[in-house]
C-alpha cells in the first residue's frame, strides 16, 4: 500500500453543509483543530486529511476499511487520496481560493435542509470554474434531515443551479455525513469520476506551500526543539531528505530603513505523507516537510503562500506584475443581484496567484493590461492565472481572473 496520497479533493461548499463531518466520516480526522475553530464551530484555516480507499470483491462493496464492513472478508486496497478541507464562511473566501490551487478535483457539498444555491454555495462553484477544477461531484449532504419529497426538492434545485455550468452533468450523490450513510456510493463514483493524472516527476520540484507550523510545545527543553514544518501539496518533481530547498519570496527584513524580502534556504530533515514518514516524496497528495528553519519563522501559517524548490531554481518573485482581466457578469457570493464593474485607477484588488493571497493597488491601467503594485509580493511563473476579487459592503467578492503577463 502507498504511503503518499495520489490525488488531492478538496471538500467546498457553504458555511456549515458538513465538509469537515464528511472528511471525518471518510478519514477519521477531525480537520477543525484550531482553538477558533472548535469555539466557534466553523473551519477557519484550511484542513487536510488522508484516506486509503478499498474494494470487496465479493459484495462490490466500497469502503474506507481494509476488511468489507458488510462481509468482514479483507478488501483490495485502491488508492490513497487527500481531503483539503476549505473553510466555507464568506469573510474567508482568500484561504478557500489559496486553497483550491491544491486541488485536483473537488466535492462540493450542498445540504438537503437549506434551499440551494446558498451565496457561497455559488461563489465555491465559481470559483473552481475560474481555477480550472474540471472534474466535481456534489454531495447532497443531511438527507437524513429531510423528508424523500424535500431531498427530491432539493435535488431539483441543485440541478437547476448546476444549469448552463460547465458541471451541468456533475453526478449528485446523497449522503448523511453524519451517520456515514451512503458514503460507499460516494467513494464509488469518486473512482469513477475522479482518476489520478499523470504527474511530472521528472521536472524541477514545485512545493505550493498552504501552511507552517511551529510544533514545539511550551516549555521544552532547549536541546530538543525541532525545526519548523511546511505544509503543502508538490506540484512536480520530487523531493528527499538532506535536500537544500529555497522559500521564495521568503520573509521580510528590514534594510537601510527599507522593507525587503529575502528568500530563506534551509535543508530538509525529514518528511511526512499519508501519516508516515518518508525518504523521498512525489507529485500528488499533502505533505510535511520538516527544516531546519528557527520555529518562530513558521508559526501561525507565517510562511504559507510561499513556494519551495531547489535554489536557484524557481519562479521568479513578483512585487508588481502587470495582468490580462477577465471580468464576469455578476458578482458572485453577494445576495444583491449586482453588475460588476470595470476596475478603477487607484483600487485594491485581493488577488490569489497559486496558495498565496495578497492585496494588488492598481496603480496603471493600458492596453496591456493592468499593472498592480502588491502589498505582499508573490512567487509564480509568467502566464500564471490570478483571481481577483474586490472589496463589496464589508467582504471582498469574487469578481472575475488575471493573466500575469509581465
Same mark, same amino acid.
Given at each position: 500500500?502507498?504511503?503518499?496520497?495520489?490525488?488531492?479533493?478538496?471538500?467546498?461548499?457553504?458555511?456549515?453543509?458538513?465538509?469537515?463531518?464528511?472528511?471525518?466520516?471518510?478519514?477519521?480526522?477531525?480537520?477543525?483543530?484550531?482553538?477558533?475553530?472548535?469555539? !466557534?464551530? &466553523?473551519?477557519?484555516?484550511?484542513?487536510?486529511?488522508?484516506?486509503?480507499?478499498?474494494?470487496?470483491?465479493?459484495?462490490?462493496?466500497?469502503?474506507?476499511?481494509?476488511?468489507?464492513?458488510?462481509?468482514?472478508?479483507?478488501?483490495?486496497?485502491?488508492?490513497?487520496?487527500?481531503?483539503?478541507?476549505?473553510?466555507?464562511?464568506?469573510? @474567508?473566501?482568500?484561504?478557500?481560493?489559496?486553497?483550491?490551487?491544491?486541488?485536483?478535483?473537488?466535492?462540493?457539498?450542498?445540504?438537503?435542509?437549506?434551499?440551494?444555491?446558498?451565496?457561497?454555495?455559488?461563489?465555491? @462553484?465559481?470559483?473552481?470554474?475560474?481555477?480550472?477544477?474540471?472534474?466535481?461531484?456534489?454531495?447532497?449532504?443531511?438527507?437524513?434531515?429531510?423528508?424523500?419529497?424535500?431531498?427530491?426538492?432539493?435535488?431539483?434545485?441543485?440541478?437547476?443551479?448546476?444549469?448552463?455550468?460547465?458541471?451541468?452533468?456533475?453526478?449528485?450523490?446523497?449522503?448523511?455525513?453524519?451517520?456515514?450513510?451512503?458514503?460507499?456510493?460516494?467513494?464509488?463514483?469518486?473512482?469513477?469520476?475522479?482518476?489520478?493524472?499523470? !504527474?511530472?516527476?521528472?521536472?524541477?520540484?514545485?512545493?505550493?506551500?498552504?501552511?507552517?507550523?511551529?510544533?514545539?510545545?511550551?516549555?521544552?527543553?532547549?536541546?530538543?526543539?525541532?525545526?519548523?514544518?511546511?505544509?503543502?501539496?508538490?506540484?512536480?518533481?520530487?523531493?528527499?531528505?538532506?535536500?537544500?530547498?529555497?522559500?521564495?519570496?521568503?520573509?521580510?527584513?528590514?534594510?537601510?530603513?527599507?522593507?525587503?524580502?529575502?528568500?530563506?534556504?534551509?535543508?530538509?530533515?525529514?518528511?511526512?505523507?499519508?501519516?508516515?514518514?518518508?525518504?523521498?516524496?512525489?507529485?500528488?497528495?499533502?505533505?510535511?516537510?520538516?527544516?531546519?528553519?528557527?520555529?518562530?519563522?513558521?508559526?501561525?501559517?507565517?510562511?504559507?503562500?510561499?513556494?519551495?524548490?531547489?535554489?536557484?531554481?524557481?519562479?521568479?518573485?513578483?512585487?508588481?506584475?502587470?495582468?490580462?482581466?477577465?471580468?464576469?457578469?455578476?458578482?458572485?457570493?453577494?445576495?444583491?443581484?449586482?453588475?460588476?464593474?470595470?476596475?478603477?485607477?487607484?483600487?485594491?484588488?485581493?488577488?490569489?496567484?497559486?496558495?498565496?493571497?495578497?492585496?494588488?493597488?492598481?496603480?496603471?491601467?493600458?492596453?496591456?493590461? &493592468?499593472?498592480?503594485? @502588491?502589498?505582499?509580493? &508573490?512567487?509564480?511563473?509568467?502566464?500564471?492565472?490570478?483571481? &481577483?476579487?474586490?472589496?463589496?459592503?464589508?467582504?471582498?467578492? @469574487?469578481?472575475?481572473?488575471?493573466?500575469?503577463?509581465?
Amino acid at each position: 500500500m502507498k504511503a503518499q496520497s495520489e490525488f488531492n479533493i478538496g471538500l467546498v461548499g457553504h458555511v456549515d453543509h458538513g465538509k469537515t463531518t464528511l472528511v471525518k466520516a471518510l478519514s477519521g480526522k477531525w480537520t477543525d483543530t484550531h482553538s477558533e475553530e472548535i469555539k !466557534r464551530g &466553523i473551519t477557519i484555516r484550511l484542513g487536510y486529511a488522508d484516506a486509503s480507499f478499498y474494494h470487496c470483491k465479493k459484495c462490490d462493496f466500497f469502503t474506507v476499511k481494509d476488511k468489507c464492513t458488510k462481509c468482514k472478508v479483507k478488501a483490495e486496497f485502491l488508492r490513497k487520496v487527500s481531503f483539503v478541507d476549505a473553510p466555507g464562511h464568506e469573510s @474567508l473566501m482568500a484561504t478557500m481560493l489559496s486553497g483550491a490551487t491544491l486541488m485536483d478535483a473537488a466535492l462540493l457539498l450542498i445540504a438537503a435542509n437549506e434551499y440551494c444555491p446558498q451565496p457561497q454555495t455559488r461563489e465555491h @462553484l465559481m470559483a473552481l470554474q475560474i481555477i480550472g477544477i474540471k472534474k466535481v461531484i456534489v454531495v447532497q449532504n443531511k438527507i437524513d434531515t429531510v423528508t424523500k419529497e424535500e431531498a427530491m426538492q432539493n435535488h431539483k434545485e441543485i440541478k437547476k443551479f448546476l444549469k448552463g455550468t460547465q458541471y451541468e452533468k456533475a453526478s449528485i450523490i446523497p449522503v448523511s455525513a453524519q451517520h456515514s450513510a451512503n458514503l460507499d456510493i460516494l467513494i464509488r463514483t469518486i473512482q469513477a469520476e475522479f482518476p489520478t493524472p499523470k !504527474r511530472d516527476d521528472k521536472k524541477t520540484p514545485i512545493l505550493l506551500i498552504a501552511r507552517s507550523f511551529d510544533t514545539n510545545k511550551p516549555g521544552i527543553l532547549l536541546d530538543s526543539i525541532t525545526g519548523g514544518v511546511l505544509g503543502g501539496s508538490l506540484r512536480q518533481g520530487h523531493l528527499k531528505v538532506g535536500d537544500d530547498i529555497e522559500l521564495r519570496p521568503g520573509r521580510i527584513m528590514t534594510e537601510k530603513n527599507q522593507r525587503v524580502w529575502k528568500p530563506i534556504k534551509t535543508k530538509v530533515i525529514g518528511l511526512m505523507t499519508g501519516g508516515e514518514g518518508s525518504k523521498d516524496i512525489g507529485p500528488g497528495g499533502s505533505v510535511g516537510v520538516m527544516t531546519q528553519l528557527d520555529p518562530s519563522i513558521v508559526k501561525s501559517d507565517n510562511l504559507a503562500g510561499n513556494i519551495a524548490g531547489i535554489p536557484g531554481k524557481l519562479p521568479p518573485v513578483w512585487d508588481r506584475f502587470r495582468m490580462e482581466s477577465h471580468l464576469l457578469e455578476r458578482v458572485v457570493g453577494s445576495k444583491e443581484d449586482l453588475v460588476v464593474e470595470p476596475i478603477k485607477l487607484g483600487e485594491p484588488l485581493m488577488l490569489n496567484v497559486n496558495s498565496a493571497a495578497t492585496v494588488g493597488v492598481v496603480v496603471d491601467m493600458g492596453r496591456k493590461g &493592468i499593472l498592480c503594485r @502588491l502589498k505582499l509580493p &508573490i512567487c509564480a511563473e509568467k502566464e500564471s492565472r490570478v483571481t &481577483i476579487s474586490r472589496r463589496i459592503g464589508d467582504r471582498f467578492r @469574487l469578481i472575475g481572473y488575471g493573466i500575469i503577463k509581465e
